[in-house]
């Protein structure tokens, strides 16, 4: 499914180690010997980003998804793409604009809520939903705002 939607996919084993995927590789076989160990796929994000919310480690530490939305220039959070069954550990993906230069992680952005893009991975773990039962494909992310390019945008010193 993530293949089929657009994205490149590796598997990631215990301890989280990949199968190499810096070079273009992608998986997108499930019966292929790289996989017979794996615990999650791996999503490499390329063009999209990343929020990681994750409300199930912060013991009420961490921004209301009702202020964050705000926060970010949206009247609402778009719809989560993965989430955990008690729905406080969320993935949202947008898409990086065009052309936009940036390093590809900004982990702790705020507590509990990292931001990635470029080579960095979204995990599908097992017990986690991916809603719709498939992941969007990246022309249907709406686009990144920009707060959240400002977080991956490169300091130049």
């Not at 209301?64 to 989430?83: K, N, R």
Request: charge should be negative; include cysteine.
């Amino acid at each position: 499914m993530v293949h089929e939607q657009g994205y490149r996919v590796t598997p990631v084993y215990k301890g989280g180690s990949t199968a190499p995927y810096a070079d273009g590789q992608t998986y997108p076989d499930p019966t292929a010997p790289e996989w017979k160990r794996a615990v999650a796929a791996g999503v490499v994000l390329g063009d999209a980003v990343l929020l990681d919310y994750d409300g199930n480690k912060a013991q009420g530490g961490i921004t209301p998804l009702e202020a964050l939305a705000p926060m970010l220039g949206l009247d609402d959070m778009p719809h989560a793409v993965q989430e955990n069954t008690d729905g406080d550990s969320l993935h949202f993906l947008f898409k990086r604009t065009e052309g936009f230069q940036c390093k590809a992680s900004n982990d702790g952005w705020l507590p509990h809520i990292d931001v990635k893009t470029g080579n960095q991975l979204m995990h599908l773990k097992p017990g986690k939903i991916v809603n719709d039962s498939e992941l969007p494909r990246l022309a249907e992310l709406p686009p990144a705002p920009p707060m959240l390019l400002d977080a991956l945008a490169l300091q130049v010193v």
